[in-house]
């Protein structure tokens, strides 16, 4: 079992920055991979940025390249979302993911079986 908490999220003027954490704990080999989703009420869930147990694979998603830096410290048991510049689009709820498979992409939520219960990350113009 995996458990995963998100924390970090508020409003912020555009332009401005964030910074969301997830504290993960449970079995290891269950979060290889971690990541970042988000969601606007009406729309689907969608992937924002991947990063792999070893953190040498990382993904992320065209509309936050550029901008948004996944990380995780180095006990392994924190993820990180840095978010940079901003603007309205990025507002949703962001959740934190984990899954078991060695690698994994922005693409493949079904690939994740673990998941937060988010954090709102609203951002004003």
């Known amino acids: 079992q995996v458990q995963l908490a998100e924390s970090g999220g508020r409003s912020v003027q555009a332009g401005g920055s964030l910074k969301l954490s997830c504290a993960a704990s449970?079995?290891?080999?269950?979060?290889?991979?971690m990541a970042w989703f988000r969601q606007i009420p009406g729309k689907q869930r969608e992937g924002v940025a991947t990063?792999?147990?070893?953190?040498?694979?990382?993904t992320y998603a065209d509309s936050v390249k550029g901008r948004f830096t996944i990380s995780q410290d180095s006990t392994k048991s924190t993820l990180f979302l840095q978010m940079d510049n901003l603007n309205a689009e990025d507002t949703a709820m962001y959740y934190c993911?984990?899954?078991?498979?060695?690698?994994?992409?922005?693409?493949?939520?079904?690939?994740?079986?673990?998941w937060g219960q988010g954090t709102q990350v609203t951002v004003s113009s």
């Open positions: 993911a984990a899954s078991a498979k060695l690698s994994c992409t922005v693409g493949r939520m079904g690939d994740f079986g673990y």
């Open positions: 449970g079995i290891i080999h269950e979060r290889k991979c």
């Open positions: 990063l792999n147990l070893s953190g040498r694979s990382i």
